[in-house]
T-cell receptor, first 114, second 110 residues
Framework: KAGVTQTPRYLIKTRGQQVTLSCSPI?????VSWYQQTPGQGLQFLFE???????NKGNFPGRFSGRQFSNSRSEMNVSTLELGDSALYLC?????????????FGSGTRLTVV | QKEVEQNSGPLSVPEGAIASLNCTYS??????FFWYRQYSGKSPELIMS????GDKEDGRFTAQLNKASQYVSLLIRDSQPSDSATYLC??????????FGKGTRLHILP
């Protein structure tokens, strides 16, 4: 069973640019969540998508957006990049729906803004 | 602001001993609780989940939940050097968001 796939693994962008990260969840998983991980702040919740709808959102500025497609694949977009956006971006998938499910994380996308 | 608090460590434990990791949370309506292990340079891996008060055992791992006191703990018996990692506590609140603590670094001494 394939795991959670995130692409690309590494990105270097310049301030002011925008970036799109992709996540393919485990087959059959309908929920995709995104987290930003930095050494100082740990894992910070960005948003969760379930069945193409944003179900939850964290406390990030509107420059951070996402979407989910009908095949449950998800993309995250960051516009007008700032130096502080440099981080590991992790996607996590779960079955979603009713019930308590833990996440399976992808390997992450390491974004460096210069 | 809902919070999940963990001691950052490092927590040093001799090989073969019991490692005890603790976590407190602020949202009294939290529904489910998770422990993740993260090796350096890797992504977090789910090792335990617990939903009801009491203990839940899985191999060398035991998760303990006390909702009245708003804490959850993880015990690792017969600690091995391969258990050296950062352990993240995660809590699903009543708003369904899963919030992570900043993690406790565990170092098993050979």
């Amino acid at each position: 069973k394939a795991g959670v796939t995130q692409t690309p693994r590494y990105l270097i962008k310049t301030r002011g640019q925008q970036v799109t990260l992709s996540c393919s969840p485990i087959s059959g998983h309908r929920s995709v969540s995104w987290y930003q991980q930095t050494p100082g702040q740990g894992l910070q919740f960005l948003f969760e998508y379930f069945s193409e709808t944003q179900r939850n959102k964290g406390n990030f500025p509107g420059r951070f957006s996402g979407r989910q497609f009908s095949n449950s694949r998800s993309e995250m977009n960051v516009s007008t990049l700032e130096l502080g956006d440099s981080a590991l971006y992790l996607c996590a998938s779960s079955l979603g729906g009713e019930g308590n499910y833990g996440y399976t994380f992808g390997s992450g996308t390491r974004l460096t803004v210069v | 602001q809902k919070e999940v608090e963990q001691n950052s460590g490092p927590l040093s434990v001799p090989e073969g001993a019991i490692a005890s990791l603790n976590c407190t949370y602020s949202d009294r309506g939290s529904q489910s609780f998770f422990w993740y292990r993260q090796y350096s340079g890797k992504s977090p891996e789910l090792i335990m989940s617990i939903y009801s008060n009491g203990d839940k055992e899985d191999g060398r791992f035991t998760a303990q939940l006390n909702k009245a006191s708003q804490y959850v703990s993880l015990l690792i018996r017969d600690s091995q050097p391969s258990d050296s990692a950062t352990y993240l506590c995660a809590v699903r609140g009543r708003d369904d968001k899963i919030i992570f603590g900043k993690g406790t670094r565990l170092h098993i001494l050979p």
